[in-house]
């Protein structure tokens, strides 16, 4: 087992840091485009159910038969794999995003108003940083389920830890299946918890001391 | 409608610094409703006046109130501040100059007191030296110490600091109008009549035009240089002097809401400066307290009030336990119930109740020390008050009632 990761430390590290790297653009893309979303649904209430009913359904979906949908679009390569994570990510940042919106306190808003803050201010400097916290919750949620799904996506020949994983499928009973299968999961395990550590760092430090739990 | 620069240590007492405020035939309709919230309201707000709006739940002074900085657009009619149509220009700019501040203070959680405060001067572009130097003005303004409280939270202050933060954003860019919803609506009985006689002491010297929205008779009464009293949709019932519509109500249903007893809402209408003040014996903090406790001994007193250096009382301690100390001590200002100048007998008496002394404190601008004031003196005047009435009443013989029907 050490023989087999001192013999691939580099290679491991890469596609750890790959794996990483996949996870962290898809979730920043799947933060704008869901805050973005809930912006609209806040401001057009009708399109709320329809909003809840997209991440309830989306998440449903299996992550193969997506790629499956999406393959013949994009190809096989790590477009699709970002495609794919990304709109997992989407999910649980928009269901969270729309909820924390609607549960700033329109008399703050109005007060806001009042003093004659612009529309865009009134999103930027109230609603959003009021909104933080729980959009913060739904991207670290987001984050944890990107880790999976990035293991997925290796599939599609995206990058990442995934690969090793359907290695370790594809050899079963060879020599190095288990370790390959190993190598995968664990290196996932450990990139994710580093992740939420830092997701954690990053809550600190945006979140705004008065409204912290 | 320029925005005087001048911050309000500086500003003469007196000058007035408000803009007069104008509704002509004013309607609001809100859609799918059959009845007008408000129905055609036409009223002028002079400078430099606090109006405070009275009126049943429902009809409609929130709605009015909310007219005049356009959160609510009226469906006719036109508003005009200091001549000008407020729609001349867009919605933001006019709101900018017009402080609003609504109950229990609606702070922004995320910032700190001073952020929230600084939230107009810095859309005005204010520099960050001017607006650091305006936030301490301002908190010192409305009695808060801005070492202590401008990095606070609001999570980290109470309700009634809240509220005094509140009034110190509304103030903030020196805005001619400031417009108060319930201002003190979520506040305990005490603490609302400090935030009252502080809100009288600022208008002292600031001379804004002020529109306060209550649900409370006597709040009006002890804020309000007029009363606007509204009946369902918006109808005025009588806009007047305090003083007049006591003494002379327009219809019964001002007469009902006014509330009976007359005599003893005389008490909501003398101030407490209009009484002879007490001097007894004071001190500075960090005196020696051997001359201290001397001339508290010529003057016959049992207690001691104890002055900062900036003349504002702090404690108000007995004689024993002034002796226990080599020198005059303090405690924190806050922990002191002082009434304001402006405050009513009614409020004397009332925190007379909950004082050790049976006394109270009074304080003029920025909470200087004037004088105290006792009970015998509030029931003095109040003797007084009644016969002089009962006088008038036989000189007068049965006019004043014809009078007031008419
Ligand atoms: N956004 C709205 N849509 C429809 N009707 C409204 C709206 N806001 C207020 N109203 C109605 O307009 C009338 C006046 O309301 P307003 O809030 O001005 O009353 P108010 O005098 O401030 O009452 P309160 O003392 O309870 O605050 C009420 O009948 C109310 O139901
Ligand atoms: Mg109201």
Known sequence: MWDFIGERGDLIAFNALQHANLVLQAVLVATLVAVALAVLVNRFRVLDPIANTISAIGLTIPSFALVGLLLPLTMIGATTAFICVAFYATLPILRNAVVGFAQVDETLIESARGMGMSEASVLLRVRLPLAWPVIHAGVRTSVQMSMGIAAIAAYVLGPGLGGYIFTGLSQAGGVNAVNYALVGTVGIVIVAVIADLLMLLLGRVTISKGIRA | ?406
């Open chain 2, 1 to 406: 409608m320029t925005q005087t620069e001048s911050s309000p240590g500086s500003s003469p007492e007196g000058a007035i610094s408000g803009a007069e405020l104008r509704l002509e035939n004013v309607v609001k309709r809100y859609p799918g409703q059959k009845a007008a919230a408000v129905e055609s309201l036409s009223l002028t707000i002079p400078a430099g006046e606090i109006v405070a709006f009275v009126g049943p739940s429902g009809c409609g002074k929130t709605t009015s109130l909310k007219m005049i900085n356009r959160l609510i657009e009226p469906t006719s009619g036109t508003i005009r501040l200091d001549g000008e149509d407020i729609r001349s220009e867009s919605a933001t700019s006019l709101r900018r100059k017009i402080g609003y501040v609504i109950q229990g203070g609606s702070l922004f959680p995320h910032m700190t007191v001073a952020t929230n405060v600084a939230v107009v001067p810095k859309m005005l572009g204010w520099d960050s030296k001017r607006i650091a130097t305006r936030v301490d003005e301002l908190l010192d303004l409305v009695g808060l110490d801005p070492d202590r409280y401008r990095d606070r939270y609001p999570r980290e202050l109470s309700g009634g600091q809240q509220q005094r933060v509140g009034v110190a954003r509304g103030l903030a860019a020196d805005p001619p109008v400031l417009l108060m919803d319930e201002p003190f609506g979520a506040v305990d009985p005490i603490t609302r009549q400090r935030l009252q006689d502080e809100l009288i002491s600022i208008q002292r010297e600031l001379r804004k035009t002020i529109v306060c929205v209550t649900h409370d008779i006597d709040e009006a009464i002890k804020l309000g240089d007029r009363i606007l009293i509204l009946q369902e949709g918006a109808k005025i019932a009588q806009y007047d002097t305090p003083d007049t519509i006591l003494a002379a109500p327009a219809n019964d249903f001002v007469a009902d809401f006014v509330g009976a007893g007359s005599s003893l809402k005389q008490l909501s209408l003398t101030r407490v400066r209009s009484l002879d003040l007490g001097q007894p014996t004071t001190a500075h903090v960090g005196e020696d307290t051997g001359p201290v406790v001397r001339r508290a001994e010529e003057a016959g007193d049992d207690s001691v009030v104890v002055l900062d250096d900036r003349d504002r009382p702090v404690a108000w301690p007995w004689l024993r336990q002034v002796r226990h100390n080599d020198r005059v001590q303090s405690t924190p200002r806050e922990l002191l119930v002082t009434l304001d100048q402006a405050a009513t007998l009614n409020d004397a008496l009332d925190t007379m109740l909950t004082s050790a002394h049976s006394k109270v404190i009074v304080t003029g601008d920025r909470d200087r020390y004037l004088g105290v004031v006792d009970f015998e003196s509030v029931t003095e005047h109040m003797r007084r008050t009644e016969r002089d009435a009962a006088q008038q009443m036989q000189d007068a013989g049965g006019h004043e009632a014809v009078d007031a029907d008419g």
